[in-house]
């Protein structure tokens, strides 16, 4: 079986085999996304929902009511994150807070490149491929810890 970045060793841990560049992206990851999420930037929509476009009162009163929980909801994920990304195992609970850290990094990102779901990789002198890149990884490393997470820890 090859090796993965991230998979379940027993029912309730996961190891992490990340190389060095890879943490330090993800922290410097890490530090963009809540950035975003505290100055409560534009690129920071699609983690924070619009329940009623048609009523703008509504709206106000539905971000009034779900900001502050969501945003500490985000920091709390955030913040498992950071302290847990130099360790070599996660257990359920920090497994749980980085499939939701991976999905803000991977949501903030994709709305700043403007990416959509039809996106062609973008030629190598594009500006944006390193970021497209970036995504990518993003996308595989918690398309990996969703399926570990799921999957039997027997199965092993």
Known sequence: MPSREI???SEDSFRLDLHPQVRQLLLDLKEMTLSHVED???VARRIFPVAY????EMEMDFQQLTREPLTNHHRHNL???ERTLSRSEL???????WMSALNDMRLILGTALDL???????????PNYEGYVVYNLL???QGVLI???QSDASDR
Do not use: C, G, H, K
Not at 53 to 56: A, D, E, M, R, T
Not at 91 to 97: D, G, K, P, S, Y
Not at 116 to 121: F, P
């Open 79 to 81: 913040t498992i994150f």
């Open 91 to 97: 257990n359920q609970l920090e497994a749980l807070a």
């Open 147 to 149: 399926e570990e997470v």
């Open 7 to 9: 998979r379940r060793i």
């Open 53 to 56: 476009q048609n009523s703008p």
């Open 40 to 42: 409560n930037s534009p």
């Open 139 to 141: 996308t595989y490393l």
């Open 116 to 126: 959509s779901e039809d996106e062609v990789t973008p030629a190598e002198d594009d």
